[in-house]
């Protein structure tokens, strides 16, 4: 599709429980990136993906959060035992070049940790 | 503090005023891209500037770039109310992911 589809668009979670979302690239757009918003501030970059392949996940806390794409699949953020800092929008973006790129948005998760 | 800082952090005009942010930011740039974000949206690409370039306009909107200064600022003219967003400043600095600023919100009063 043109467009990036995440969802759930909405997720609540109560603390320790485990929160999974999911995101559709663009067909054809090789490079999915995730990132977090919090508090409708700066978005900070966790991991990106070529393809299936992690390319850089330097982002990640690595304890509770992991992130796939695989082949045929929508791509998947999961936070294992989530925490009240986590209550954030989760936005995934996906690029059909890397470098002088230019990024399309999901609409975002947003995940309440209660 | 964080690459990509914008500057205000707020700001609210009347319709049909022009609007100025600036961002700034510390690293070396292969290019910088402006971003737009409607309240509870993701972000929407408005316009990107190499680094080998000073200016450069699209519709009502208008980048310039200032490498030595590590600076931006993007021009909105002839403001609207559908205008009214937060607007983010992104920097790529060679390390193949766009790093984003704490964002303008911009209003725009009837």
């Known amino acids: 599709g043109e467009e990036v589809a995440q969802t759930p668009k909405h997720l609540v979670r109560g603390e320790g429980q485990k929160a999974k979302l999911y995101c559709a690239p663009i067909k054809g757009h090789s490079y999915v990136f995730w990132y977090q918003q919090v508090l409708k501030n700066e978005f900070k970059f966790l991991i990106s993906?070529?393809?299936?392949?992690?390319?850089?996940e330097t982002g990640m806390p690595k304890e509770r959060f992991s992130a796939k794409c695989l082949p045929n699949s929508p791509c998947s953020l999961e936070i294992q035992a989530t925490k009240l800092e986590d209550s954030a929008v989760y936005f995934c973006?996906?690029?059909?070049?890397?470098?002088?790129?230019?990024?399309?948005f999901g609409a975002g998760s947003r995940l309440t940790v209660l | 503090s964080q690459q990509g800082e914008e500057d205000p952090q707020a700001l609210s005009i009347q319709e049909g005023e022009n609007a100025t942010m600036n961002c700034s930011y510390k690293t070396s740039i292969n290019n910088l891209q402006w971003y737009r974000q409607n309240s509870g949206r993701g972000l929407v690409h408005l316009i990107l500037?190499?680094?080998?370039?000073r200016e450069k306009h699209s519709g009502r909107l208008r980048v310039t770039l200032d490498t030595s200064k590590k600076s931006s600022s993007l021009l909105i003219t002839a403001s609207r109310a559908a205008d009214t967003a937060s607007y983010f400043c992104?920097?790529?600095?060679?390390?193949?992911?766009?790093?984003f600023g704490q964002g303008t919100r911009l209003t725009i009063n009837p």
């Open positions: 993906f070529q393809n299936e392949n992690v390319f850089d």
């Open positions: 500037i190499r680094s080998n370039e």
């Open positions: 992104a920097t790529d600095g060679g390390a193949q992911k766009l790093v």
């Open positions: 973006a996906s690029s059909s070049l890397l470098g002088a790129n230019v990024l399309t």
